[in-house]
T-cell receptor, first 116, second 114 residues
Framework: DAGVIQSPRHEVTEMGQEVTLRCKPI?????LFWYRQTMMRGLELLIY????????DSGMPEDRFSAKMPNASFSTLKIQPSEPRDSAVYFC??????????????FGEGSRLTVL | GENVEQHPSTLSVQEGDSAVIKCTYS??????FPWYKQELGKRPQLIID?????GEKKDQRIAVTLNKTAKHFSLHITETQPEDSAVYFC?????????????FGPGTSLSVIP
């Protein structure tokens, strides 16, 4: 398996523009997590899905952020409109149910977002 | 919800010395405690984990200890090498209803000086 695949790897946009980040989890994994990493706040959990269903979105900063998982192999994180304070590295991670595996999170390489 | 604290935020050691990173968690229901290593510009990767029914676990030069009563756990790296330089994150996770939520500590930047 190629691992968790994220796109784009880098995104530079202007304030007010819409940003869409994409993630393809490892095949067969039933959990998908979106994290945001900044120097100030570390790794923040934004939202996670189980079997394509959003379970907890309490970490989503505000209504400008939304996430979807239309099927088991694809998820998106959308920011509309984007603001400079959204600049960060956004990681997607997937995992198998704890009862079947160690619970290890497999991270993608991240999407580095810069909002000017 | 769960809150994970981690100390120190930065740590510098001489090559060959030991490094210890400590974490505390708030939710007594947490039962799984992984440690991730993130090299500069790379993704976090699991290096070791421990479950609540175990007090200590070792894997070559790294070991983790867990004190459930005190709600703290630690990472120990012995005989440190320059390639151990990275940011280390502890995390806690617990099964609430049937779902899990992995919460990370703020990270410790470890520098191993040759």
């Amino acid at each position: 398996d190629a691992g968790v695949i994220q796109s784009p790897r880098h995104e530079v946009t202007e304030m007010g523009q819409e940003v869409t980040l994409r993630c393809k989890p490892i095949s067969g994994h039933d959990y998908l997590f979106w994290y945001r990493q900044t120097m100030m706040r570390g790794l923040e959990l934004l939202i996670y899905f189980n079997n394509n269903v959003p379970i907890d979105d309490s970490g989503m900063p505000e209504d400008r952020f939304s996430a979807k998982m239309p099927n088991a192999s694809f998820s998106t994180l959308k920011i509309q409109p984007s603001e400079p304070r959204d600049s960060a590295v956004y990681f997607c991670a997937s995992s198998l149910s704890r009862s079947l595996n160690t619970g290890e999170l497999f991270f993608g390489e991240g999407s580095r977002l810069t909002v000017l | 919800g769960e809150n994970v604290e981690q100390h120190p935020s930065t740590l510098s050691v001489q090559e060959g010395d030991s490094a210890v990173i400590k974490c505390t968690y708030s939710d007594s229901a947490s039962n799984y405690f992984p440690w991730y290593k993130q090299e500069l510009g790379k993704r976090p990767q699991l290096i070791i984990d421990i479950r609540s029914n175990v007090g200590e676990k070792k894997d070559q030069r790294i070991a983790v200890t867990l004190n459930k009563t005190a709600k703290h756990f630690s990472l120990h790296i012995t005989e440190t090498q320059p390639e151990d330089s990275a940011v280390y994150f502890c995390a806690a996770s617990g099964r609430k209803t049937s779902y899990d939520k992995v919460i990370f500590g703020p990270g410790t930047s470890l520098s191993v000086i040759p």
